[in-house]
């Protein structure tokens, strides 16, 4: 639930953490929810993304060329409890986090990474950096597990820095987000109403679960998706009945044969386990070369895959297997046919 709050009424940033407390305040003690807090940015949000430059503290500037960029998240105290984020180590940003007090910050596991390799980053310090601007040094609280803030880029980790939203003046959409013990949708009307209580006029859009968020972001990508998909259908289907038309003409040559076998003695299964042999001999070297093909381009599908890798061997066997049984199937049939021939006419035909 997004709140941009108006510049002619929340001028001035003590009234906007007056009213983003009272609105906590009511939510929180609504039936059904287990918790609930605000941030500037929720995961996988598109539509605007706050990133600050970032220093730390007893190392030179940072090279105009390797500006150290970090996603900025102003949060509420309860904020990463809402949304499930893993503490790693120290603490998460508390009530007592406010203006007034000693600005503190929690990280990400991989903006430790970047601003303190090797090192632990509890006690540090880090600030933003903006020219004209001069900004505190925050104390680093607590490191907690990466967050994915980007679908699109899923493989990198984005560095990013939760801190109070008490602590510095902003003038930031709000995002109220809750966590409850049953279906989302049915305190949607209490949430507002609560928000309403606070401020009547008070303007509310997006609101939705997080699953409706990630349908929402991935609608184009499922679309594509479906779309591959369907090309892929297609391909392997005339992959299917070609490897089917080529098979069933080598077997179709062979019908003679087959005639003279069965009419010199030959066992009609032996017949056909004789042609679905060569046929998967056949087979399992054309599947050979497409994996040794498949192989050699994985890095170039790296980046276009999500939650599996270019070399899963569970996608190379399966594709294989399947391959094989198209072509054990076409071999069957038109053998199947070709037994049925009367052998003395084979005969006459040899």
């Known amino acids: 639930m997004k709140m941009i709050l108006p510049e002619s009424k929340y001028s001035e940033h003590q009234k906007r953490i007056v009213f983003v407390d009272q609105v906590l305040e009511r939510v929180k003690n609504l039936p059904g929810i287990l918790s609930a807090g ?10 605007i993304t706050y990133d600050s430059v970032f220093n730390v503290q007893g190392r030179p500037p940072p090279n105009p060329n390797d500006v150290p960029i970090t996603a ?15 503490l790693i180590k120290g603490r998460l940003i508390a009530e007592t986090d406010r203006a007034g007090q000693p600005p503190v910050v929690v990280i990400s596991e991989e903006l430790a990474r970047q601003a303190w390799p090797g090192e632990t980053p509890l006690g540090k310090q ?16 607590g490191v907690v597990k990466d967050v994915k803030e980007d679908l699109f880029n899923y493989r990198i980790n984005r560095p990013v820095w939760y801190v109070p939203y008490a602590q510095f003046e902003n003038n930031f959409p709000v995002n109220l987000v809750v966590r409850t013990n049953g279906d989302p949708a049915s305190v949607t009307r209490a949430v507002r109403e609560a928000v309403h209580a606070v401020d009547p006029d008070q303007p509310i859009s997006n609101v939705m679960t997080m699953s409706e968020n990630l349908a929402r972001v991935l609608v184009t990508e499922r679309f594509s998706a479906i779309l591959m998909s369907v090309l892929a259908a ?3 289907l005339l992959a ?25 003695g030959a066992q009609r299964v032996d017949v056909l386990q004789l042609i679905l042999v060569h046929g998967a001999r056949l087979a399992l070297l054309g599947v050979a070369i497409g994996l040794a093909a498949a192989w050699g381009v ?23 297997l399947l391959l094989v049984s198209i072509a054990l199937l076409a071999c069957f049939f038109p053998a199947r046919r070709a037994l049925r021939v009367d052998p003395m006419i084979a005969l006459r035909s040899e």
């Open 38 to 47: 605000t941030t500037t940015n929720i995961p996988l949000e598109r539509e």
């Open 72 to 86: 900025n998240r102003l949060v509420s105290p309860d904020y990463l409890k809402t949304i499930g984020v893993t």
């Open 126 to 141: 880090i600030k933003r950096v903006r020219t004209g601007q001069d900004f505190p040094w925050m104390k680093v609280i």
């Open 234 to 236: 297609v391909g392997l």
């Open 240 to 264: 299917g009945l070609g490897l089917y038309a080529v098979m069933a003409y080598s077997v179709s040559q062979r019908t003679a044969e087959i005639g003279i076998r069965v009419a010199l």
């Open 298 to 320: 994985t890095r170039l599908l790296v980046s276009l895959l999500f939650e599996v890798n270019a070399a899963d061997p569970v996608t190379f066997v399966s594709i294989s």
